[in-house]
Every structure is written in C-alpha cells, then in structure tokens.
T-cell receptor
C-alpha cells in the first residue's frame, strides 16, 4: 500500500526555538496533504490543508504565523512550529491524498514534539 | 453533539471474542474511514467505505447509508488487536477533509 513518512519521529526542543516536521509521500504524488494535531487520549484535530504550489488553508483557531506550512512539491509538505512553547507539545500527524477527487488518505506515523 | 459518534468509548475483550465497534454520523457523507491507532501513535487506514461491506482478514466493515451508521467487526480477537479504532467521515462537498470520531479504545486480554 501507499506509504507516507514523517521526520523526525520525535523531537525535544527548548522554548523559543523553531521546529520543522517533514511529511513525504514515498510512492505516490500527493496533491493534497493534511496536518493534524492530537492531544493525549483525544481524537485528531485538523490544523490545515496543504495543496501543492498554493497557500495552505488553516482551520479556525489555528495561527498561520505560528504553524507555517509549505507544500513545495507533490511528495513533500513541511510544518514549521515557530517560536515553540510548552503548550505546543503534542503529537503531529500528516496525511496525504494521492489524487484530486479521491476519498483515499494515507497517514504518516506521526511526530511527537516536546517543548521544554 | 459531535457529527461523528462512536460507541463504546472503551472496550475490553478476551482473546477469541467477536468484537463490534459502532459509528453513527449526523451529516451527509461521501465516504467513511475506519482507522487503527496503536499505542506508538501511528495510524493505519483499515477500510474506506461508501456503501455495503468490506472484509480484510479478520476485520469486517459495514455501512448503512440510510441509517447513517457503520460497524467495524473483529472476529477471533487477539491481543495484537489492542488499539484505538477511529471512525472518520468525508462530508459531502468537502475536498477530502475528514471529520473524526473520538475513537474506541480496545483492549484484548489473554
């Protein structure tokens, strides 16, 4: 089946630093990628929808300047958490949709961010 | 009220038992996904349904569009099935965006 990777799988950083998380579709081209955040024992919360070559669409309440998303190619989207604070500590998951109009999504393994 | 409701929230079963997890939704959808999330966090897509029934190994998923209800069944359950099972729907007219249920935490014991 289709594979989506995330890097890094876990990261610990100091408060005030920026952290970049990569999401790659390894064996297919993804016109759309999604970024989710998950708090402990809670369901996934969609943060933003990323379309290749255009600006991301952010969900209500998600700060665009805080969570920078770049979808520069059909196989790579990046999420940068800028000036991270302890409250940004969470599990971040991406998913990728291979074709326009399809309902299929493939999920990455997630990145656990801990901000000290 | 959430657009996607799952039941039960938590489920404990003994190895070998037949398990059913339910998902009800209150909106028009074009597809429904069943996902599995293991303790490490990674998510695996089990099924995507728009009608009828699908089977993969010991897993069976059904959907009734008229009743806005889907079930995930696990036959001959095993401890390795222990995970959180999440129902997610693609709302009609949305571009691949999913709405998630709160998940069902399954623990299968020996």
């Amino acid at each position: 089946g289709a594979v989506v990777s995330q890097h890094p799988s876990r990261v610990i950083c100091k408060s005030g630093t920026s952290v970049k998380i990569e999401c790659r579709s390894l064996d297919f081209q993804a016109t759309t990628m999604f970024w989710y955040r998950q708090f402990p024992k809670k369901s996934l919360m969609l943060m933003a929808t990323s379309n290749e070559g255009s600006k991301a669409t952010y969900e209500q309440g998600v700060e665009k300047d805080k969570f920078l998303i770049n979808h520069a190619s059909l196989t790579l989207s990046t999420l940068t958490v800028t000036s991270a604070h302890p409250e940004d500590s969470s599990f971040y998951i991406c998913s990728a949709a291979p074709l326009v109009g399809t309902d299929t999504q493939y999920f990455g393994p997630g990145t656990r961010l801990t901000v000290l | 009220k959430n657009e996607v409701e799952q039941s039960p929230q938590n489920l404990t079963a003994q190895e070998g038992e037949f398990i059913t997890i339910n998902c009800s939704y209150s909106v028009g959808i074009s597809a429904l996904h069943w996902l599995q999330q293991h303790p490490g966090g990674g998510i695996v897509s089990l099924f995507m349904l728009s009608s009828g029934k699908k089977k993969h190994g010991r897993l069976i998923a059904t959907i009734n569009i008229q009743e806005k209800h889907s079930s995930l069944h696990i036959t001959a359950s095993h401890p390795r099935d222990s995970a959180v099972y999440i129902c997610a729907v693609k709302l009609t007219g949305t571009a691949s965006k999913l709405t998630f249920g709160t998940g069902t935490r399954l623990q299968v014991t020996l």
